[in-house]
């Protein structure tokens, strides 16, 4: 098991943007593929956005794709989540997740706690 820890949650106006970290304290996420999720109030939680191990592919919910950008740094031993043009629907609590294997084709098998997003209009 992987523990994840997310981070760059924060409050920011309508239009604004937010980048996102994931980091793992325990384990690696090294060579699997990792997405993100979110949960709003009241609402199931719902894929954001996901890249496979080496990178090189990237998949997007229709609501976010334009506007989020997911990357990952080997060095760091990070994924990031870039999110420009933010709505005030985008406010939830982000999930960062890691996939068992090297493409985001099952569900993830470990979670970070959530890192809260807020959208003000």
């Known amino acids: 098991q992987v523990q994840l820890i997310e981070s760059g949650g924060g409050l920011v106006q309508a239009g604004g943007s937010l980048r996102l970290s994931c980091t793992a304290s325990?384990?690696?996420?090294?060579?699997?593929?990792v997405g993100w999720f979110r949960r709003a109030p009241g609402n199931e939680r719902e894929f954001v956005s996901a890249?496979?191990?080496?990178?090189?592919?990237?998949l997007y919910s229709d609501s976010t794709k334009g506007r989020f950008a997911i990357s990952r740094d080997y060095a760091q031993s990070a994924v990031y989540l870039q999110m420009n043009s933010l709505k005030p629907e985008d406010t939830a609590i982000y999930y960062c997740?890691?996939?068992?294997?090297?493409?985001?084709?099952?569900?993830?098998?470990?979670w970070g706690q959530g890192t809260q997003v807020t959208v003000s209009s």
């Open positions: 890249i496979t191990w080496n990178g090189l592919n990237t």
């Open positions: 997740a890691r996939y068992n294997n090297i493409y985001y084709n099952t569900d993830p098998v470990d």
């Open positions: 325990r384990g690696s996420f090294s060579g699997y593929a």
